[in-house]
């Protein structure tokens, strides 16, 4: 593309209605012009593409107004969170192709948090409440019914104050009381029905061990943490559009205890990612780990960016995927077939051809002499000369694909049959025999295949394409290979949309979701490739060298087919 050509389809793609609310922001020179988002994950498991969707906003929307976007771990639960899953994200980030400014954690303002609840406390508009969890629940209310008050909502003041710094000590019971925010218990809204702000947990909390006993929740520590940090948009998911009167209700106390009214952050919902034949709950990707229904959470069915990446999709197709299906206001369910149609797009464009043969059966050259080897150039990616060639080592002795040979063939069979011709890639035409097209074993199976090869066609050669009827099919020399065993991966669920089915998920997982073929055979140069090359084995689709792959014991995951065949098969 030429340069005037990429700047054309810049200004044509259309600003995403979070743009455009932070562009009105700019035009009214709110918080003088600066942009600073955040991507706030909580680290209680691996990240997946709908967190996918949220890092490509958070950090684009930064990235396009030249602002910042910070990574914030929110960690506020340490009953949940682990520094195993804080590593995985930094790498998972990082791996997608963006860069963050800072590295904060909501822990980091624990200190803050605290006394601005006390101030909430001292100022009358925070209580203590000794109730179970079962009692404050009951008295809630129903969005059309007004809740009822705790017993505790006025006690003194400085009972309130006493027994905060009680609940942040070793002796305090789990459970035993809550700090709640003296609110409105008949707002229609749930959420301002005095919401709880701290609870006691004892499990040490990854990085400030058993400092704290008392834990803010997400809607106390949330608003909070994009305020200290100078968060001008709080970007997130529909799910929270209820919490965001909240959300301001809090800054508003937060400017009120500061005494400023310069600067406060914005909260702008857009809709979840949900894909089709998978889940996205952390909980339900949890339990699949923990139950070892999958081997973990990149385990190469699951929708976890660790997962695809396994798998060997590119960062740029998912990013590419995301960009195709937009943000709106409307949750919706993405078909899972369009991401891998960005991925076939984009391997396309960039994987390393390699033959591979998955079903193999033995083809003898009888005209071609023993012992004879020649090495062949095989092109590295026909969409980019610039990859060059390697070498790919012909003999008399071939696997090919089981299903490329018929003895007894139908008209409009294109392939190996006897007396029938076909080209081998890189090679030669070459003929069946109609004599003695094949040896049988005792059950009738094709055991070994002889042809004979045309000299003259040697690919590359002057006068080589000669003109034939058959097709041209890959295979791996016999000496010159290497076997492997070859995972192939079907939809993780059985069901469309496994999150809106009643029964339990374990019961939709689709017990085909991976069948392992353990006779392939690969050719030396695709042997000698590693994890993280992506590779298209001619002829069936994309492949990934998996990392528990050896040169013992060569692994290879299949990304994708060539062509989308699964709607069709499923219909
Ligand atoms: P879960 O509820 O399953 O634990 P979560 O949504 O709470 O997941 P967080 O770690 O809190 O996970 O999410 C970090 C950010 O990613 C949030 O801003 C959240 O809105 C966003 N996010 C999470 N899931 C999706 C999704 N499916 N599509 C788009 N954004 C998402
Ligand atoms: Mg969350």
Redesign the pocket.
């Known amino acids: 593309m030429t340069e005037t050509n990429i700047q054309n389809t810049e200004e044509k793609k259309s600003l995403s209605f979070v743009e455009q609310l932070v562009e009105n922001d700019l035009a009214e020179g709110k918080n003088g012009g600066r942009i600073q988002t955040r991507?706030?994950?909580?680290p209680?498991?691996y990240l997946h593409i709908?967190?996918a969707?949220?890092i490509c906003m958070d950090f684009g929307v930064a990235e396009h107004y030249n602002g910042v976007c910070n990574l914030r771990f929110?960690d506020t639960n340490p009953s949940k969170e682990d520094t195993e899953y804080v590593d995985s994200i930094l790498h998972d980030i990082q791996w997608l192709g963006f860069k963050w400014g800072n590295v904060y954690y909501a822990s980091d303002y624990f200190e803050q948090l605290w006394e601005f609840a006390e101030w909430m406390i001292k100022q009358g508009k925070a209580y203590i409440d000794e109730q179970t969890s079962e009692q404050i629940a009951e008295q809630k209310g129903t969005p059309t019914q007004p809740g009822t008050p705790s017993p505790y909502r006025d006690r003194p003041i400085e009972e309130n104050l006493e027994l905060f710094h009680k609940m942040n000590t070793p002796e305090a019971v789990e459970g035993s009381m809550v700090l709640r925010a003296k609110l409105d218990m008949a707002n229609p809204n749930m959420h301002f029905r005095d919401p709880i702000m701290y609870r006691i947990i004892h499990t040490p909390h990854h990085r400030t061990g058993t400092k704290w006993h008392a834990y803010p929740m997400y809607d106390f520590a949330h608003g909070q943490s994009d305020y200290f940090e100078g968060v001008t948009h709080s970007i997130?998911?529909l799910e929270f559009v209820p919490h965001r009167p909240l959300y301001d209700r809090f800054i508003d106390e937060l400017q009120e205890m500061q005494q400023q009214k310069d600067y406060r952050p914005r909260q702008i919902e857009f809709n979840?990612?949900?894909m089709t034949y998978t889940v996205?709950?952390?909980?339900k990707l949890k339990a699949l780990v923990d139950e070892h229904l999958v081997s973990g959470w990149d385990d190469p069915r699951m929708p976890t960016v660790c997962g695809m990446r396994r798998r060997g999709y590119s960062p740029e197709s998912i990013r590419k995927f995301i960009d195709s299906i937009g943000y709106t206001k409307f949750d919706a369910l993405n078909d899972v077939a369009l991401l891998e149609a960005a991925v076939r797009d984009d391997l396309n464009a960039r994987s390393l051809r390699v033959s591979a043969v998955l079903n193999p059966v033995k083809l003898v050259i009888t005209n071609y002499p023993e012992g004879k080897t020649e090495e062949m150039q095989a092109v590295n990616n026909p969409e980019n000369e610039a990859d060059g060639t390697h070498t790919i080592t012909f003999s008399r002795n071939l696997w090919i694909e089981r299903d490329d040979f018929m003895e007894v063939a139908e008209k409009k069979f294109m392939r190996l049959a006897p007396g029938k011709e076909v080209r081998l890639k890189n090679g030669y035409i070459i003929k069946c025999d109609e004599e003695h097209p094949c040896d049988k074993d005792a059950e009738g199976n094709v055991t070994t295949i002889y042809c004979t090869y045309d000299p003259e066609t040697r690919s590359g050669l002057p006068g080589a394409d000669r003109k034939i009827k058959g097709k041209t099919l890959h295979w791996v020399s016999a000496d010159h290979c290497h076997k492997a065993e070859v995972k192939i991966y079907d939809r993780l669920f059985n069901v469309e949309n496994p999150s809106a089915d009643e029964r339990d998920f374990r019961e939709l997982l689709n017990p085909q979701s991976l069948t392992v073929l353990d006779n392939c055979y690969v050719e030396e140069f695709a042997a000698e490739r590693k994890p993280g090359e992506y590779l298209q084995f001619q002829r069936i689709g994309y492949f990934m060298v998996d990392p528990d792959s050896t040169a013992d014991h060569l692994v290879f995951n299949k990304t994708v087919g060539l062509k989308d065949t699964w709607a069709k098969q499923n219909k």
Not at 280 to 283: A, C, D, G, L, V
């Open positions: 991507f706030p994950p909580e209680n498991g709908g967190h969707k949220a929110d997130c998911t979840r990612l949900n996205m709950s952390k909980r």
